[in-house]
């Protein structure tokens, strides 16, 4: 049976997925969404918690940065509960760490990430912008990647087992279109470098703290594939095993998540089982609005003989 959400109902999926419970003082929930692939999103844990994070932060300070560690992969179709803990209140800065857990069947307790955020109390400053946003084709020009998946859907025919198809076609609240080769898919070894827009797929409120919430939700969707590309394997054809090790953001200047963002992402290097990325996110105005560096785990899938 097909999705037929609409885009804002998609988008208020999305809303209601990053807006976390106040269980206490600093106890927060975030909801679980169940979406057939067994483990959590790495970017929605980041968004909770950060979310977590900015409900506990002076009023009027904003996040400027964040660093995560994932600690394990969480599981769908189970709250995650995030605590969090008032480290630093300055008059300028602030300072919060959330540890996200969640409850197994036998009653523990696992960590699943830790991170830490700061904030800061908006004020005037030198300034400089010394980096161009790469010149791609406008997203106007471009496909969309659910587009893309479902040619590729159709092309496979029953090729594609049902639950698979499912999964693939599965409709997202966020709109990417890749700018240049379509390194999701990489067949042949290439530079390691990609570019993608992105923006929700319908309007978003007018939340500040929301719209960074769901950059930080954006920025781990493509980021890991790009220090597979000088290798020639794919994620999307199970040719490697990964999962993001740590997320790193550091947000520049205000934007919105429902305009178009340009995410140029680059590996310098993969190596002993893992792969280093940084990813740059422009507005349209070529403005840099946010720098993000990941490491993450990359193994090539041993085929079984026989």
Known sequence: MSDTRTPEQLVAGLVRLLTVTRDGEDAFTGRKQVGGVGRVFGGQVIAQALQAAQATAPEGLEAHSLHAYFLRGGEEGIDISYRTARDFDGRSFANRRVVASQVDADGSTRPILNLTASFQRPEEGLEHDDVEMPDVAPPEELQSDMDIRREIAERAGDRMPEAQRAIFLRPR????????????????????????WFRAVAPLPDDAALHRAVIAYASDFTLLGTSALPHGLSW?????????????????????????????????????????????????????????????????RVKKEG
């Open 173 to 196: 609240p966020i709109d990417m279109r890749t700018a240049g080769r379509l390194h999701w898919m990489n067949r042949e070894p290439s530079e390691p470098k990609a570019h993608s």
């Open 236 to 300: 999307m054809r199970g040719e490697l095993v990964g999962a993001s090790l740590d997320h790193a953001i550091w947000f520049h200047r205000p934007a919105r998540a429902d305009e178009w963002l340009l995410y140029a992402t680059d590996s310098p290097w993969s190596g002993s089982g893992r792969g280093f990325n940084r990813g740059r996110i422009f507005n349209r105005a070529g403005e840099l609005v946010a720098s993000v560096a990941q490491e993450g785990m990359m193994r090539q």
